[in-house]
């Protein structure tokens, strides 16, 4: 199989379910304990050997592109404070040089718009797509590395995904199963949030992609989809029959962090795994 060497990461949105914060700071910089949300997607692109992070932004949100840089006035002042222990901390934070890429989508035209935005730069190869509001935690087996072992047997398009409760179906793309073995389902068809009661299964897309050029050569088109909007999901279904498509499903905890209450829920749950605060968080979760 092609090795998946490039990700694309959507973070154009303006996250006004989070305003007034995000009037100044993109959403995707919003701090789960003590690194920002898009942080732990980078992290889990480059686990799985991605070797170049395409960022699709827009407007205002150029200090994402600032916080992967090389912060020359802050390391120089823990340098001569010899605080090299919060040096080591911001080395994830600096990309390699050409490692980085920043594309603008101009106008809100949904998630498949976003990664067509990113054509130019994937070109003609398999890639990866993470959306940064799901927070998939698992560090010893991120989810994009599960994935590709379901890639590495299959080829074609992977997505991950998840069983969520019937009530919930009309809010996710969900998937239409076939043959499955272990943690790979084979997928015949996809629904973009169907209404109650007509969705194919539970088996809900969580926001992780690989997927193969021919999903862009849809995205071409144009086509707008649910909500008047050129919806990725449709782009995969057009390409059934052309390549091969699997669901992963992702062993692991995942937060919806494009909510209040999940991103409230993220910074508490990976709070409570640090041990250098989790006993002092307890105490004061005991006394509110």
Known sequence: MTPIRKAVFPVAGFGTRFLPATKAVPKELLPVVDQPLIQYAVDEALAAGIEQLIFVTGRGKGAIEDYFDYAFEIETDLAAKNKT???????????????????????????????????????????????PDELLWNPAAPCLVQMQESYAAHGGNVIAVMEVPDAHCHRYGIVAPGASAGNTTEVKGFVEKPAAGTAPSRLAAIGRYILQPEVLEVLDAGKRGAGGEIQ??????????????????????RHDCGEMAGFVLANMALALERPDIAADLREKLKAL
Do not use: S
């Open 85 to 131: 222990a919060l040096i080591e901390r911001l080395e994830t934070t600096r990309l390699k040089p050409g490692q980085a890429a920043f594309v603008r989508q101009q106008q809100m035209a949904g998630l498949g718009h976003a990664v067509w935005c990113a054509k130019a730069l994937i070109g003609n190869e398999p890639f990866a797509v993470l959306l």
């Open 232 to 253: 990725l999901t449709d782009a995969m279904a057009e390409t059934i029959g052309r390549v091969p498509f699997h669901a992963t499903t992702y062993q692991g905890v």
